[in-house]
């Protein structure tokens, strides 16, 4: 089956630790993307991939960190410096725009729920 | 400034009415735009994707594009309980990125 897929599905964090949320993908899409959604705030770009080894911030990039080092993976890490890091954590991939498509649409794994205690 | 806007609801219909949701965008260059279903608690789901002015039918969807007045929508015809949900409004521009609305939230009574 293609698709995406991200663990854990939920996940803890202690103050000062970081944390890293996995994400794969066998959909052999180019690009990869990071959002991360609060109630009421819809979803915001944390970082994006659009080839394997570069990746770009996003709006919100501050206390997050990422690589790229394999087409299927793009892994988030939350770093201490995230003051508040609580949040639903949606990966996405698409084909970008190396297959000569413009429309980028954009398909989301099951996300990882992160809590700070 | 925000970049799309949506009308945060929440919108009651009866089941087998029409439920018409609403989007507009502030970039006059965006080029496409997509509709998204999130159930509680769930990832969002792409259920529509629309380029040109006009209509799109995909089912009992319909988007709708209006470029000269920036406005998107999202028509569920007979709709039905499972229909209920957030509905997520999105356009893009330029590289690959998405603007996301604060989405929408359907309930389809029975």
């Known amino acids: 089956d293609g698709g995406i897929t991200q663990s854990p599905k939920y996940l803890f964090r202690k103050e000062g630790q970081n944390v890293t949320l996995s994400c794969e993908q066998n959909?052999?899409?180019?690009?990869m993307y990071w959002y991360r959604q609060d109630p009421g705030q819809g979803l915001r770009l944390i970082y994006y991939?659009?080839?394997?080894?570069?990746?770009q911030k996003g709006d919100i990039a501050e206390g997050y960190s990422v690589s790229r080092e394999k087409k299927e993976s793009f892994p988030l890490t939350v770093t201490s410096a995230q003051k508040n890091p609580t949040a639903f954590y949606l990966c996405?991939?698409?084909?970008?725009?190396?297959?000569?498509?413009?429309?980028?649409?954009?398909?989301f794994g099951p996300g990882t729920r992160l809590t700070v205690l | 400034q925000k970049e799309v806007e949506q009308n945060s609801g929440p919108l009651s219909v009866p089941e087998g009415a029409i439920a018409s949701l609403n989007c507009t965008y502030s970039d006059r260059v965006s080029q496409s735009f997509f509709w998204y279903r999130q159930y509680s608690g769930k990832s969002p789901e792409l259920i529509m994707s629309?380029?040109?002015?006009g209509d799109k039918e995909d089912g009992r969807f319909t988007a709708q594009l209006n470029k000269a007045s920036q406005y998107v929508s999202l028509l569920i015809r007979d709709s039905q309980p499972s229909d209920s949900a957030t509905y997520l409004c999105?356009?893009?521009?330029?590289?690959?990125?998405?603007?996301f609305g604060t989405g929408t939230r359907l309930t389809v009574i029975p």
């Open positions: 999105a356009s893009k521009t330029g590289a690959n990125n998405l603007f």
């Open positions: 629309i380029y040109s002015n």
């Open positions: 959909l052999n899409h180019d690009a």
């Open positions: 996405a991939s698409s084909t970008g725009t190396s297959g000569g498509t413009i429309y980028n649409e954009q398909f």
């Open positions: 991939s659009q080839i394997v080894n570069d990746f």
